[in-house]
């Protein structure tokens, strides 16, 4: 497994660029608050490793985003906001083993198998230790330190967030010292119909509380030709703009067998005016189906944004 430290260009991919580029700020409605009344989720069959494609993209409504430019078996290697590298695991409960900040590099490894906790179950739990380097960019002074964790799948929830609602799996992660002091609790919520956690929920020692919730999760379509990944994304524009909730549009190609189909769940308005939309997005390449869940926000006729921010 090769992680970015050795192997990823730092250049951004041609569709990491046209992602940004598409990215735009608004201000959202206000939303039912997830952490308000947690509602028990219905119990799920065990939820397997999730698979990712070069170029997915994942947008967060704290302005966080990250897109995949490179798998290598368990790293995804990544480009950031800040249009820094990182590496993550397909296991993100793992700590990421790779980060590029802006003065100093962060380096960790892990002392269990990379599918530790998986397939997640209810009652699942993990202990581990982690020796981590940071390495500063001017001078390469490098420090050490080891962290501990202790995991556990504590259950199932349904939230409702940004990009729709989701039954998930609830999966909680406490960090200690090397001599045993508490410093940080890390929640995620998982939902197996994505693929991908739709929440993160930190609270930290000296770092307080910190959300990311999932805007939307955009697909790769660098690997399709011109005219498939223009009827793909005509297809969603048009659903959004044309289609009432729940009504479904779809679209074929005959050559390559690709097709889509766009559901929109829910309208709302945001607070600067324009109208926003939740929806589903099943995308079907080589035979395999994956769903695409987020939020869009309509700017103009038949241009409908992926939103890169929030005020809430």
């Not at 590298?85 to 962060?106: C, H």
């Not at 380096?107 to 269990?112: A, P, Q």
């Not at 940071?134 to 202790?150: D, F, L, N, P, V």
């Not at 919520?189 to 929440?199: D, Q």
Request: glycine fraction near 6%.
């Amino acid at each position: 497994m090769t992680l970015y430290k050795n192997a990823l260009k730092p250049s951004l991919t041609a569709t990491a660029v046209l992602f940004i580029s598409a990215c735009q700020a608004v201000s959202l409605p206000s939303l039912p608050n997830f952490s308000a009344q947690p509602v028990p989720g219905p119990e799920m069959p065990p939820a397997q490793l999730p698979s990712f494609s070069v170029g997915d993209s994942f947008i967060y409504s704290n302005g966080w985003y990250e897109t995949i430019v490179g798998i290598d078996g368990e790293a995804l290697n990544m480009i950031n906001k800040s249009k820094r590298k990182i590496s993550n695991f397909r296991n993100f409960t793992l700590p990421t083993p790779y980060i590029e900040g802006k003065d100093k590099e962060f380096l960790k490894s892990s002392n269990v198998p990379t599918n530790t906790l998986w397939p997640l179950r209810v009652g699942n739990t993990s202990k581990f230790s982690t020796q981590g380097r940071s390495i500063s960019k001017a001078t390469g002074q490098e420090t050490s330190y080891i962290q501990r964790w202790s995991c556990a799948v504590e259950g199932t929830e349904r939230i409702t967030i940004r990009a729709g609602e989701f039954d998930t799996y609830r999966v909680k992660c406490q960090r200690f010292t090397k001599t045993g002091r508490w410093w940080q609790n890390r929640t995620w919520n998982y939902a197996p119909m994505l693929g991908t956690y739709v929440l993160r929920r930190d609270y930290h020692k000296t770092n307080g509380v910190k959300i990311r919730e999932l805007t939307a999760i955009r697909p790769s379509l660098q690997d399709v030709p011109k005219n498939v990944r223009s009827g793909i994304i005509y297809a969603w524009q048009s659903a959004l703009e044309n289609k009432v909730n729940n009504d479904i549009s779809s679209w074929t190609d005959k050559v390559t067998g690709t097709s889509v189909q766009v559901e929109p769940l829910a309208t709302t308005r945001a607070d600067n005016g324009e109208f926003c939309r939740t929806y589903k997005q099943y995308l079907t390449r080589k035979g395999m189906t994956r769903i695409y869940s987020g939020i869009a926000c309509r700017k103009d006729k038949m241009k409908w944004y992926t939103p890169r921010k929030s005020n809430r």
